[in-house]
């Protein structure tokens, strides 16, 4: 167990040094968010304060939705271009612990969107950033961030298994960020849309961080984005290892 | 039983080609392979690129599943016992792929050591003992994208090295590598052996080949046309005459004419700087000098000499036939 921690802390601090070495991602990072945000701000302006905190929040965690999907699959890629995901499977720790790292670190890089879109709304656009229950606010952020790694993990184990399922991960940025009711409430959208929404963690991370934020009860939706990034980890970590095998078979860890 | 078993061996990767209509086309990159690789010992894998060398260490790494065929390491088998297998082994490739370079060398070797399982108490005394043998103490703290392609290289077998495992898969480790950093690394790789391990060591260079192995095999075509040691590979052309001629602009028809030529059993073309250097093997005792000078017609000649066969001979010989 305590082996396991380890392995998972230090894979994630490894990671997230990478990612905040590179200068290049690092503008876009800092620039990408913001753009958002700043959409988000304006076609909210002409509502109520109350409506440009809610833009504020929502595009405060699309950024670490987009960190995470899009990011992944480009990082499997890289991976997959460098030689060291081969190495990484060939390596006897579980590919499952190796994996779940890189996520979470993408989506802990995603935070800093998060933290930026609220600081930008606040100068450029004066919107007053009010939190009912800090604590439960300070525990459903973080919940949120590690559900959508959990999240980024099972697509990431896809991104394994198929060499070109990384444009996945593009194809379902924005999609995720219309049907988690990031900046559009869930209610405008059809019924059979709601299913899809309950399936996907963010949609309850983001009530939650709203609900805490409004002084709501964000305790039932922070439990359920919890309970779906385990119940994504337990699907992960059960398909990895048949993913890997099939990844073997059909030669596709390598580009060479 | 020895350390490494291959036997019958066989991979086929599948392709598709076409737009509209996807036509499947099959490879056969390996075609029932059978070697064995006694504790202790450093085997070569020899053979000219797309010969087969990287898909057999992958599917002996594990990385691959072999289409037929079956093979061990340490008795345990590779797709069934893969978990068992990859905590004894290292691998080790060549070529700038492999490393996370925008982080230091010390950074790389801690989270494969986190990996394999390097206990913690362990991990700092095991990194710097490897860095001082590879020669990279001191330089431990730079960015990987900064090191010279040796010095990549050199890391490549700390990381290979960490868990200290008792066999490790060399595939072409000094490809790249400038004369004085592969010397280096020769010298490390025969560090490997006397320290008790088993070496699988892929290469095309038959000077390191001859200079390190144990024993060889010699692939072509995904089959192995030759297995022995340095000296047995070596006996097959032993019967032979080398001529090298040192040419000039040499083109294409005067080399099909001078290896259509009567007693000339292979011609092989080595590029140096300028020059065209024609080695033709040819039986003992059969003089062809000045016809071969004739046939090449008025190709600008320099040095010619007759010499012994070497290593580097036999495989041309080997490999040539078969391709």
Known sequence: ????????????????????????????????????????????????????????????????????????????????????????????????????????????????????????????????????????????????????????????????????????????????????????????????????????????????IRQSAQGGTPIPDLLVCVGLGLLYTTIGVVVVDRFLRAARARAVLSLT | MGAIQARDLVRTYKTSTGIFRRRGVEVQAVRGVSFEVADGELFGLLGPNGAGKTTTIKMLITLLIPTSGSASVLGYDVVKDAHEVRKRIGYVFGGDRGLYERLSALDNLRYFAELYAVPPAEQKRRIAE?????????????????????????????????HDPPVVFLDEPTIGVDPVGARELRRTIAGLTEAGKTVLLTTHYMFEADDLCDRMAVIAKGEIVAEGTPRDLKAIVADRTVIEIETFGVDEDAVERVRQADGVTSVSIEERDQAQVLHVQSPAGTELTQRLLALLGTTRIGRVAVREPTLEDAYVALVGRDA
Not at chain 1, 163 to 170: D, E, P, Q, S
Not at chain 2, 134 to 157: D, F
């Open chain 1, 1 to 208: 167990m305590r082996r396991t921690a380890r392995l998972l802390g230090m894979g994630w601090l490894f990671h997230v040094k990478m990612l905040t070495r590179s200068s290049f991602n690092g503008v876009l990072g800092i620039v990408y968010p913001l753009f958002f945000a700043t959409v988000a701000f304006f076609m909210y302006r002409a509502g109520s304060p109350d409506a440009l905190f809610y833009a504020s929040l929502g595009a405060s965690v699309m950024g670490v939705w987009a960190a995470t999907s899009t990011a992944a699959g480009a990082a499997l890629q890289r991976e997959r271009w460098h030689g060291t995901l081969e190495l990484l499977v060939a390596a006897p720790a579980h590919f499952a612990l190796v994996l779940l790292p890189v996520t979470i670190a993408m989506a802990t890089i995603g935070l800093y969107s998060m933290v930026s879109t609220l600081v930008w709304g606040r100068l450029l656009f004066g919107i007053h950033i009010h939190v009912e229950h800090w604590l439960l606010f300070c525990l459903s952020v973080p919940a949120t961030v590690v559900a959508i790694g959990m999240l980024g993990f099972l697509l990431a184990v896809s991104f394994v298994r198929y060499r070109t399922a990384w444009a996945l991960g593009n194809l379902l940025e924005y999609p995720v960020w219309l049907i988690c009711g990031f900046l559009v409430p869930l209610t405008f959208f059809p019924d059979w849309v709601r299913p899809i929404s309950w399936a996907l963690a963010p949609t309850w991370g983001m009530q939650a």
């Open chain 2, 130 to 162: 490897l860095l001082d043998l590879v020669g990279l103490a001191g330089r431990e703290k730079e960015r990987v994208e900064g090191y010279s392609r040796g010095m990549r290289q050199r890391l490549h077998i700390a990381r290979g090295l960490l």
